[in-house]
């Protein structure tokens, strides 16, 4: 929502302002982080302004909009196949994204950024898809910490030194018993969960049983805007509308319970159909308003 907000707020001041710089800067969104996420928010960005609201402005052409995804290594999607990285890279420009490589952000400023061969981007829009950082929790156990104040746990999760304190998820950075990386992601955190579980209930029962942790790996999957995407999977790959027709039966079948899926699949094929007008409304929580502002004003 904060997103949607910012983005749909800068349209509406780029359709009022008369400073041409102060017009680019609104027009440009800067997304950091050319994996899963930065890739699946360029793309929905891209499908927002040409599809569903070319039509509400009276002066700015939303088309030129600029969506720029800034990685920092040779490839975006890097953990994917590298035919799979260039394909992605040719969706997102066909869909108008600008896709810059190799280019390593250095600081994030408001309204800016700096890159580090001393170059700066201006955009009103800046988002980080770049990593989390873990919970500041971790530092409180005055052990050595990875990068992004992860822990490196033992081989079966338990933390160095304690081994009646276990830590699971994005708080963990490991490779597993088969010395693969154990990436950050959901299946990921709920195997950890599953295994912890394991080992407590053993313990409960007298067999005390601490076996290393294995990461199964299911695949990934990551959606290029509307009708694209891919996939890739130790068994195959897929990527075009094929992909995208996976990734929508998979999210909608890991949902919980018949109606949920129900309700998600109806409201995906209206969206499909009708592009999504709820997209353009601009929501102001509460707490953010302050007595007597007065609403903004908009054609949103
Ligand atoms: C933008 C984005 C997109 C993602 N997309 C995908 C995806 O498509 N597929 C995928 O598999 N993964 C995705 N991930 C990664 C995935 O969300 C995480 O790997 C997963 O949620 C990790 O689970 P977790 O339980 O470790 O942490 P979380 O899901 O973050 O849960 C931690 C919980 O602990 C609570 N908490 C934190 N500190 C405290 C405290 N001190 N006391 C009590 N409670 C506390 C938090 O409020 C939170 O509810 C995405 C992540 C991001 C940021």
């Known amino acids: 929502q904060n997103i949607r907000r910012t983005v749909l707020s800068n349209l509406e001041r780029a359709e009022l302002t008369t400073d041409e710089a102060e017009f680019s800067r609104l027009m440009t969104i800067a997304i950091?982080?050319?994996?899963?996420?930065?890739?699946?928010?360029?793309?929905?960005?891209?499908?927002?302004?040409?599809?569903?609201?070319?039509?509400?402005?009276?002066?700015?052409?939303?088309?030129?909009?600029?969506?720029?995804?800034?990685?920092?290594?040779?490839l975006i999607l890097e953990t994917f196949d590298p035919h799979q990285s260039q394909y992605a890279r040719k969706r997102l420009e066909k869909l108008g994204v600008e896709v810059r490589n190799n280019t390593r952000v250095t600081a994030v400023r408001a309204g800016a950024l700096d890159f580090k061969d001393g170059t700066t981007l201006e955009a009103a829009a800046?988002?980080?898809?770049?990593?989390?950082?873990?919970?500041?929790?971790?530092?409180?156990?005055?052990?050595?910490?990875?990068?992004?104040?992860?822990?490196?746990?033992?081989?079966d999760l338990s933390v160095p030194g304690h081994p009646d304190i276990f830590v699971a998820g994005d708080l963990v950075s490991m490779k597993d018993i088969e010395d693969k990386m154990v990436p950050g992601v959901a299946p990921a955190a709920v195997q950890m969960g599953t295994h912890i579980a394991k080992i407590l209930k053993s313990q409960a029962?007298?067999?005390?049983?601490?076996?290393?942790?294995?990461?199964?790996?299911?695949?990934?999957?990551?959606?290029?805007?509307?009708?694209?995407?891919?996939?890739?999977?130790?068994k195959f790959e897929l990527q075009g509308f094929i992909a995208w027709m996976a990734w929508l039966f998979v999210h909608i079948a890991f949902l919980i319970g018949f109606r949920n899926k129900l309700s998600v699949l109806l409201g995906w094929a209206y969206a499909y159909v009708v592009n999504t007008p709820e997209a353009r409304i601009i929501v102001y929580p509460p707490a953010s308003v302050a007595p007597g502002t007065p609403p903004p004003t908009g054609n949103s």
């Open 32 to 74: 950091v982080g050319g994996g899963p996420t930065g890739v699946e928010l360029a793309g929905a960005f891209a499908d927002l302004v040409h599809r569903s609201l070319r039509s509400n402005f009276r002066r700015i052409d939303t088309s030129k909009l600029r969506i720029i995804l800034i990685e920092g290594s040779e």
């Open 126 to 155: 800046i988002i980080w898809a770049a990593g989390v950082a873990a919970s500041p929790l971790t530092a409180s156990l005055g052990i050595p910490l990875e990068r992004g104040g992860r822990i490196k746990p033992e081989a």
């Open 205 to 234: 029962s007298g067999e005390n049983k601490r076996p290393g942790f294995r990461y199964f790996d299911k695949g990934m999957m990551a959606i290029i805007g509307k009708n694209y995407a891919v996939v890739k999977t130790d």
